[in-house]
């Protein structure tokens, strides 16, 4: 295709700040030197093919193909192929649409790749300063800012766009009303980036998906492999000192699925709320709470808040701009955490008013519901009912007094009579209320999480130092754990399901704690959000961790595993067939817990 004639200025691309795109015409295009294919495959026992570009982006970055990317590629030949057939070039486009750092500057660089490969017409505006302009055939150039109005650039030109980092829209030139080209928007969710032009050329949205953590383990192997500088696995900050930095596994699992943090060099001193500080700033209640259902938010709320759209199945995802069909959850406990515990400055009423807004985002009303546990058990005047599956009621006494310094168990002396509450991220419990006997011989230590989902695992991590420490105070002790939930339909479930994670020890050391629950209502506004967590707690497939630990973060380098690169189709991206082991347990391979906690 014979590029025409454009009276704006042309400069060369930079040798040095712009030589990937030389790099990449010479990769790509097919009058290009190289011999590349445009992707790869890592083959990995563990995590199955590993697809990605074979030339480094804009960023220096290797891009995972995600399995969206070929989608997006299709819907875009199509849209273009439709436009050249009813002959008219200025209408259509697409927004991809998306929580920050899953991905949608990634998918751009895939998007050209495949452009150059099959020689159309591409324009890539990255910055406000200037575009790259790909002709079919010619060597890249750029073109200012200033002389953004003058080019009348070729029907159907394909238009890559980034307004990620940036509050505008594309540049005018591209979506006025008589611009032909095809536009392709990468974007967050704020709407004042994309409707006004996606309303005005109909263009569709395409919701992207969030990482899972299958992908984002394949993406820690694909650095490994090719930037093995990255912070992917540990590496200690000084031999005499037994600390380390945050691996980019365990940095997902605490701030999100997103790579917005994943590269850092951060000391790890075991308290993430403090060695993250400067990286996520403290949530605005009075703000995020209201910006759930509203199209434009401040930045720091998608620290917090990430939109899940339904999950791509293979199928076109693209919507009306108007509805991308999603909701906002958070997707970590930590997050959830710092959200719950911003709220403990107000008062109690207000706590419950304020929790009541995120009902749009159920994770987050369930850990609030969690977190204000123990203070709603200060304020009732009847008590609650402890109740068991296979043995007598046990009454919580009504107006509890709560300690008012956080208690670790086994760091000092019970208090007795009054309500003690972990330190934020304690494992298995919320609140803990000890007493003594009248005669003053038998210790009761009763134990109490609360949660608002049907399947709550028990971690003895959090239960074993507080049977220790009952255990030096007092020779006779019952000990009870019991779920605070908002049902007894829910707590039962939870109490029956968890019968036998609270046995410790064996033989004659054998311990059972008895399980069972408290009905605890919730707060007014809290209750449609209960079956909306429900449904996404199922749905939600970020937590299916299947093959890593996070503790074994470090350990993915190690693996003693076959991993060959092969070339593999420019635009089917369809791999060789290769011979793999039945599964990675047939080769005594633990498998990973489900979730984060």
Do not use: W
């Given at each position: 295709m014979a590029n025409p004639s454009l009276s704006a200025r042309r400069f060369p691309v930079d040798e040095s700040a712009d030589s990937w795109a030389l790099r990449w015409f010479q990769c790509f295009s097919p009058q290009g030197t190289s011999t590349k294919p445009i992707v790869d495959t890592i083959v990995s026992d563990s995590l199955g093919d590993i697809v990605f570009i074979s030339e480094p982006n804009h960023r220096g970055d290797h891009i995972l193909v995600r399995p969206e990317y070929p989608g997006i590629w299709a819907y875009v030949q199509a849209k273009r192929a439709e436009r050249d057939l009813a002959g008219t070039h200025t209408f259509g486009g697409l927004v991809v649409w998306g929580s920050p750092g899953i991905g949608k500057t990634s998918l751009l660089s895939y998007l050209l790749a495949l452009a150059l490969s099959n020689e159309i017409f591409v324009i890539l505006s990255l910055t406000p300063d200037y575009i790259i302009v790909f002709p079919p055939g010619e060597l890249p150039y750029k073109i200012i800012a200033a002389d953004f109005s003058i080019?009348?650039?070729?029907?159907?030109?394909?238009?890559?766009?980034?307004?990620?980092?940036?509050?505008?829209?594309?540049?005018?030139?591209?979506?006025?009303?008589?611009?032909?080209?095809?536009?392709?928007?990468?974007t967050s969710p704020t709407e004042s980036r994309y409707k006004g032009w996606a309303k005005d050329k109909e263009a569709e949205l395409w919701p992207m998906d969030l990482w899972t953590g299958r992908e984002f383990q394949k993406l820690i192997r694909l650095?490994?492999?090719?930037?093995?500088?990255?912070?992917?696995?540990?590496?200690?900050?000084?031999?005499?000192?037994?600390?380390?930095?945050?691996?980019?596994?365990?940095?997902?699992l605490l701030l999100g699925p997103s790579l917005r943090h994943t590269?850092?060099?951060?000391?790890?001193?075991?308290?993430?709320?403090?060695?993250?500080?400067?990286?996520?700033?403290?949530?605005?209640?009075?703000?995020?709470?209201?910006?759930?259902?509203?199209g434009d938010q401040k930045a720091n709320f998608?620290?917090?808040?990430?939109?899940?759209?339904?999950?791509?199945?293979?199928?076109?995802?693209?919507?009306?701009?108007?509805?991308?069909?999603?909701?906002?959850?958070?997707?970590?406990?930590?997050?959830?955490?710092?959200?719950?515990?911003?709220?403990?400055?107000?008062?109690?009423?207000?706590?419950?008013?304020?929790?009541?807004?995120?009902?749009?985002?159920p994770q987050v009303a369930g850990a609030l519901y969690e977190a204000l546990m123990p203070k709603f058990l200060t304020k009732g005047d009847k008590g609650l009912l402890g109740e068991f599956n296979d043995r007598e009621d046990?009454?919580?006494?009504?107006?509890?007094?709560?300690?008012?310094?956080?208690?670790?168990p086994g760091t000092r002396d019970i208090v007795y009579g009054k309500l003690l509450v972990p330190p934020g991220g304690y494992p298995a419990v919320d609140a803990l209320y000890c007493t003594l006997s009248e005669d003053e011989k038998t210790l009761d230590v009763v134990m109490l999480q609360a949660t608002i989902a049907r399947s709550h695992?028990?971690?003895?991590?959090?239960?074993?130092?507080?049977?220790?420490?009952?255990?030096?105070?007092?020779?006779?002790?019952?000990?009870?754990?019991?779920?605070?939930?908002?049902?007894?339909?829910?707590?039962?479930?939870?109490?029956?399901a968890a019968s036998n994670?609270?046995?410790l020890g064996r033989g004659a050391q054998r311990l059972v704690i008895p399980v069972g629950w408290v009905v605890m209502k919730?707060?007014?506004?809290?209750?449609?959000?209960?079956?909306?967590?429900?449904?996404?707690?199922?749905?939600?497939?970020?937590?299916?961790?299947?093959?890593l630990d996070p503790d074994d973060a470090g350990e993915v380098e190690a693996e003693a595993e076959s991993e060959t690169e092969t070339e593999a189709a420019h635009v089917g991206l369809s791999s060789p067939r290769v011979r793999r082991r039945e599964s990675d347990e047939d080769e005594g391979r633990r498998p990973a817990p489900a979730g984060f906690d």
């Open positions: 080019p009348n650039f070729p029907r159907n030109a394909l238009v890559l766009c980034e307004s990620a980092g940036k509050p505008d829209p594309p540049p005018s030139v591209f979506v006025q009303p008589s611009a032909n080209v095809f536009v392709v928007q990468a650095r490994q492999k090719k930037t093995p500088q990255l912070p992917c696995v540990p590496r200690m900050l000084n031999p005499f000192e037994d600390v380390r930095n945050y691996t980019a596994l365990e940095l997902f590269k850092i060099q951060r000391r790890n001193t075991g308290r993430p709320e403090l060695d993250l500080a400067d990286l996520i700033s403290a949530p605005d209640l009075f703000s995020d709470a209201s910006a759930l259902s509203r998608h620290q917090y808040f990430f939109a899940l759209p339904p999950h791509y199945d293979g199928k076109c995802k693209a919507v009306s701009y108007r509805g991308p069909g999603y909701i906002y959850i958070v997707p970590t406990s930590f997050l959830a955490a710092r959200l719950a515990t911003s709220l403990e400055k107000l008062a109690l009423e207000d706590q419950v008013r304020f929790s009541a807004l995120f009902a749009p985002a046990y009454r919580l006494d009504g107006k509890l007094e709560m300690e008012s310094c956080p208690f670790l695992a028990i971690s003895t991590k959090g239960v074993q130092p507080i049977v220790k420490m009952a255990a030096k105070t007092q020779k006779n002790v019952r000990y009870q754990f019991l779920f605070v939930s908002p049902s007894r339909e829910i707590g039962q479930h939870l109490a029956q994670q609270t046995t919730l707060p007014d506004g809290f209750d449609t959000s209960l079956t909306a967590f429900e449904q996404r707690d199922k749905e939600f497939k970020l937590l299916d961790l299947d093959y």
